[in-house]
């Protein structure tokens, strides 16, 4: 009765997209971010100076709307290369390879701000969902599930002590009207931030978030204490 009850509002949809998305990649993938940045700034001192950015930057466009390429979503960012391969045998695949590309953003003063960055990829199959008379998702419920989904990754990265400091989940909703470098700004605000964050504790000071932020609290869902997520377990199970 719960299962069906959970199928007909579709809250399974999102919980299973965000926990696959963190057990089958980010949680293989961001325990290694920063020795693949460390490796990559010994041979590039001045690129990536602020080490506050030496994480994953994950977008997350409500409209689930993914660009298979970056560089035609905004001509403001641009791909720089590709940091150190991490290579895996995984389900029966012999040397898998996972890899993030790094980019260069293009601010409204025309400097250059150096990141690792890629879309939530399975925001693609919520996506296709909605296109697809079988799964009879409208726009709204897609909304609502992108919501969820980010809701669900955010609790589920905080209870991971493997990924703490190796992502930025980058939530936002593009404008009603196309605005040619949305993206580019969206993604130079919060390595802003990072770069305020790094000063600030170097100087010991708390930094305070900004009222603009894009938070869980803004993309706040009417949604039972049981369907939040749940912590992760530590036994092994």
Known sequence: EMS?????????????LAWSYY????????????????????????????????????????????YDDLEKADSNIQYVTDLTETILARAGIKKRVYKHSLYAI???????????VEY???????????????????REERLQQAKLFYRTLEEILKSSK????TYRLIAYEEPEEAETHFLSREIVWHLRQE????????????????????????????ISASDLPQPLRTDGF
């Open 4 to 16: 069906e009850i959970s199928e007909k509002s579709k809250h399974n949809v999102a919980h299973g």
């Open 23 to 66: 057990v089958g990649y980010l949680k293989i993938v961001l325990p290694r971010v920063k020795k693949s940045m460390e490796e990559f700034c010994r041979a590039n001192p001045n690129v990536l100076a602020c080490r506050k950015t030496w994480k994953l930057h994950i977008l997350i466009p409500l409209s689930c709307d993914v």
């Open 106 to 116: 293009r601010d409204e003063e025309n400097q250059l701000w150096h990141c690792a």
């Open 120 to 138: 939530a990829t399975l925001l693609q199959s919520l996506y296709a969902m909605s296109q697809d008379e079988c799964a009879a998702f409208s």
């Open 162 to 165: 493997e990924c703490a400091d």
């Open 195 to 222: 770069h305020r964050e790094e000063i600030t504790m170097l100087e010991g000071n708390h930094l305070h978030t900004p009222s603009t932020a894009l938070d869980s609290a803004e993309l706040s869902l009417q």
